[in-house]
């Protein structure tokens, strides 16, 4: 990929180093925050299993909403750092804004750990309004400001980084040759990497959800100051800020599948009508499935509800038929190189592709009347996260890491972790799927009475962790060591 | 002449029967005019609560014989054809009656729907009352030849029947020779009680929102203490209608900023207007 | 039980493409050239496909809402608040914290069996899930409970017993031991 960004004539060797510097640090830390924040959730497992009977249920709560933030932001800033790694060959990225970006992230995640572990907060990643203001004295005031402080400076630098990351895009291509139109139109045209139309993309929505997360944060400050917010206004806007964010974490994260495993199949993958159309529509449809999140809130409207279906619904049609057939054609009866990396990214498409079954069924209001907070809910964005986009992240960590140290994999240790992972996460993800199927509520401390099963399966989940978290530290260790020999 | 000793004494039962007979009148007034009096607030004022809604929502209406101009009929014939807007007055009134029906006109010519999702069924629980009796009032009212208002009369036990499973009340008031009576409108779908309005007059906006209830909606909005800000949509309930409020325009920024940044970014730039390499 | 059907539904979709993924891995052992025109058919045939069972999808079950629907009227009301930590269930509006505290600690509700129910569901502080669990633990309706709404749930209760109300939405500490409970007879 390097050696593609220096035949680019777009920088100087210099450059790319520094770049390539940065990259790595970005790793690092991705690799450094998922062993803690996967602890966290192995806690919370634990806790649920009955192991902490001692311990306040306050410290779930808090452990809670850390872990959920915390993965959520730990895979959007290495979905980010990748695709900018990526995006070198075609553009111009700008290096001051990565490392602008770097420490105001640094600095978010330690006060969103001083306001949990430190304060208690635990209102969960989604912070429904107004639960941060009804703390029931669990939490203080300080905790709360320091929550909403940390999400500003998370949100302003991720809004200036996406806006950045357009910027570059937009140095290179016109916005119609960025979002593919003239193949739509079938004008010859520019050739356009699908990761340039899938970030294109991406970054398009995102910015519509820090805008609805902005609105979210100002409103609270409306309601602080004695004014009270419409909390259905509010419910929707945070859930287009989430839903939108969760979902471009994953394209991006397809969009580095789509630049790297061509060169592991040794064929192309390019644009062409069908993909402009596809991610054209996923543009589109994208803005109007959350409403899939509402589905319980019956004074919203219906006929709103009935677009949250049907969006939902054909938003399987581009990933399917598109996304994940383009996957299994790329690499059937292909000269495969099989390497951990490859085999993240063939496996992450696998999980996104799990996962999104799982979440089209529960995005159908009559099903969704049954499973929604239940346990269905976590197996499902588990799924297409820790079996999807992280293993896909993880992928692009060891590609890149390879790449620049020079060093290479042992296939019999790709394998153990491949297999514990596989193991480990379909296991771990199984318990939440079969806690949701038997009514088992997310999100609890501790499992009553009328769900007392759910204790037993967090006892099978938590061997299950164990297995994943094995997985995890061989993976730490292999390609941290390569990771941390490339920057030295 | 005065006269005491032996002679006097003779005189004494007369006095004693004088005390005793005051003492019986005395009695007389406590044991009869006491619960008289307590009974004089049934006469003078209301003597129950406004009816609770709650307590006869979704209840079955008993389905009585009425007589109207069409005859006899059961109200199920009016109801299983379209929800009914039912109230209880009686032609003597000399108060609340004829005002409550206008006003009760005034809101559904407001709220619209009648003829369409409702008819209303005026009936009289005097049981003096004629058929010819409420076709008079409907006729001093303008209602008359209106096919969507039916006057008409039952039984004394059919309407005591009909006015306990519907909240209605009444209660003659010799002192006046008039009812004492609650004034109210129900409204019956399918032979349940869906709504229930109470009032001297009847609010458009609340009967909009009845009409509302009627076609299968229900307002599920209600104002919170303090001000509210930005909803998508505002229920007014003084005009009982539905405004676009600011939450809907905040819903739509964060789409429009997305496209406004967007075409900043690719068209306004400097960077991007002079491009290298535009491809 | 639905949830059941769902699960099914998910096991065969995943089982399919986990198969089809296993497929392709394996077809690697025998590399060769593939004719791209018919990956192209084969790709427009699968497009038909997944078009037909959304459409199949959202033709079975978007007519299937848990909404309150015009053409049908409950035969009780049971007026319902959330409120961190605890359910109460009344006859009658809970219209302030009094009435609250009364109802969370009263006799509960008896709603008839086999008529439809309505539950008016709202919340006086932050945002509940009012969820039903049938006496053999299955979550069988749920509506969310919201400061500033009303929302109607309308549920027809055929098993007689007790059942029990659970909060699914994160309220605060107590969350998992907000409950309610209510008799059918």
């Known amino acids: 990929m390097t050696a593609a960004a220096a035949d680019s004539g777009l920088w100087s060797e210099a450059e790319l180093a520094k770049f390539r510097r940065m990259t790595l640090i970005w790793g690092i830390t991705v690799l450094l925050l998922l062993p803690i924040l996967a602890l966290l959730g192995y806690f919370m497992r634990l806790y649920q299993s009955g192991a902490f009977s001692g311990m306040r249920a306050e410290w779930f709560y808090a452990v809670l909403t850390l872990h959920s933030l915390g993965m959520v932001g730990t895979w959007f800033v290495g979905s980010m750092a990748g695709v900018s790694y990526l995006l070198l060959k075609y553009t111009r990225p700008n290096l001051a804004v990565s490392k602008f970006v770097y420490v105001g992230t640094l600095l978010g995640v330690v006060l969103l750990i001083a306001c949990t572990l430190g304060g208690l907060f635990g209102t969960g990643w989604y912070f429904l309004y107004p639960l941060p203001l009804f703390a029931q004295g669990v939490w203080a005031p300080w905790a709360t400001f320091t929550f909403f402080a940390a999400l500003t400076i998370l949100g302003v630098c991720w809004t200036i980084w996406t806006l950045d990351l357009l910027r570059a895009v937009a140095q290179r291509y016109s916005l119609g040759a960025a979002l593919g139109w003239n193949y739509l139109v079938g004008k010859p045209g520019p050739e356009l990497p699908p990761l340039v139309l899938i970030t294109t993309v991406s970054l398009i929505v995102s910015l519509s959800g820090f805008v609805a997360a902005v609105i979210v944060i100002a409103l609270f400050a409306a309601r602080a100051l004695g004014v009270n917010v419409d909390p259905l206004l509010m419910k929707n806007l945070t859930f287009f800020f989430g839903h939108d964010l969760v979902n471009i974490i994953m394209y991006l994260g397809i969009a580095m599948v789509y630049e790297l495993l061509p060169s592991y199949a040794g064929r192309p993958w390019r644009t062409n009508r069908t993909v402009a159309i596809a991610w054209g529509a996923v543009l589109f449809l994208v803005m109007f499935a959350f409403f899939h999140h509402l589905y319980m809130d019956f004074a919203q409207p219906t006929w709103i509800q009935k677009l949250g279906q049907i969006c939902s619904y054909l938003l399987a049609m581009p990933a399917g038929v598109v996304s994940i057939f383009g996957t299994l054609a790329l690499v059937f009866a292909a000269r495969m190189k099989w390497t951990l990396s490859s085999t993240f990214f063939f496996l992450g498409i696998l999980g996104w592709g799990i996962g999104g079954i799982a979440a089209v069924i529960d995005s159908t209001v009559e099903v969704n009347f049954h499973f929604h907070n239940t346990l269905w809910v976590p197996a499902h964005f588990h799924t297409y996260y820790l079996m999807g986009v992280v293993l896909i992240i993880l992928g692009f960590i060891d590609h890149a890491g390879k790449e620049l140290s020079g060093l290479e994999e042992k296939p019999a240790l790709s394998k153990l972790t491949t297999a514990l992972l596989l193991i480990g996460g379909y296991g771990f993800l199984f318990m939440f799927y079969w806690g949701g199927v038997n009514s088992v509520p997310r999100r609890y401390a501790i499992y009553p009475q009328e769900v007392i099963q759910g204790t037993l399966y967090a006892r099978i989940a938590v061997g299950f962790i164990t297995l994943l978290l094995l997985g995890i530290l061989l993976y730490l260790w292999e390609t941290g060591r390569r990771c941390l020999k490339a920057l030295a | 002449m005065h006269k005491t000793g032996p002679q006097s004494r003779h005189r004494l039962p007369f006095r004693w029967s004088f005390r005793a007979a005051c003492v019986a009148f005395f009695a007389f007034s406590v044991f009869i005019f006491v619960p008289v009096a307590f009974a004089q607030d049934s006469f003078g004022q209301p003597s129950q609560e406004p009816p609770n809604e709650e307590r006869f929502v979704y209840k079955l209406t008993p389905d009585v014989p009425i007589t109207t101009s069409s005859g006899v009929q059961n109200l199920s014939a009016i109801w299983h054809e379209k929800p009914v807007l039912l109230t209880m007055i009686f032609s003597r009134c000399a108060r609340v009656c004829s005002p409550f029906l206008r006003s009760l006109n005034s809101a559904v010519s407001d709220a619209g729907g009648l003829g369409t999702d409702y008819r209303i069924v005026v009936l009289s629980f005097d049981p003096k009352d004629t058929l010819a009796d409420m076709q008079r009032l409907a006729s001093e009212l303008g209602l008359n030849a209106d096919p969507d208002w039916t006057f008409g009369v039952a039984s004394p036990s059919d309407i005591r029947s009909l006015a306990a499973a519907t909240g209605f009340w009444f209660q003659w008031d010799s002192s006046t020779q008039q009812f004492d009576h609650a004034s109210l409108v129900v409204a019956i779908d399918r032979g349940q009680l869906v709504r229930m309005l109470a009032g001297p007059s009847v609010p458009a906006a609340s009967l909009r929102e009845v009409v509302q209830e009627l076609r299968g909606k229900f307002v599920a909005s209600y104002a919170l203490a303090g001000q509210v800000a930005f909803r998508c949509f505002e229920y007014d309930p003084t005009s009982g209608r539905y405004s676009l409020d600011w939450g809907l325009a905040l819903m739509l920024l964060p789409g429009t900023c997305a496209i406004l940044a967007t075409a900043w970014v690719f068209f306004l730039l400097p960077a991007s207007r002079k491009k290298r390499n535009l491809i | ?185």
């Open chain 3, 1 to 185: 039980m639905i949830q059941m059907h769902a699960f099914y539904i998910f096991l065969i979709a995943a089982g399919l493409l986990i198969a089809a993924f296993l497929y392709v891995a394996l077809s690697t052992r025998n590399a060769r050239e593939i004719n791209m025109q018919s990956a192209y058919g084969l790709r427009k045939l699968l497009f038909f496909v997944v078009l037909a069972v959304l459409v199949l999808g959202i033709g079975m079950t978007l007519g299937k809402t848990p909404y309150p629907k015009a053409n049908e009227l409950p035969g009780k009301v049971v007026f319902v608040v959330g409120k961190q930590f605890s359910f109460a269930l009344s006859d009658t509006p809970i219209t302030n914290d009094q009435d609250y505290e009364a109802r969370t600690y009263g006799i509960p509700v008896q709603v008839p069996a086999g008529s439809l129910t309505e539950f008016r569901v709202m919340s006086f502080d932050v945002n509940h899930s009012f969820a039903v669990y049938s006496p053999d633990d299955h979550l069988l309706a749920q509506t969310q409970a919201m400061p500033g709404y009303v929302n109607r749930l309308r549920v027809r209760f055929d098993q007689p017993g007790r059942y029990y109300v659970l909060c699914l939405e994160l309220c605060g500490m107590g969350h998992h031991r907000m409950r309610g409970v209510f008799d059918v007879n």
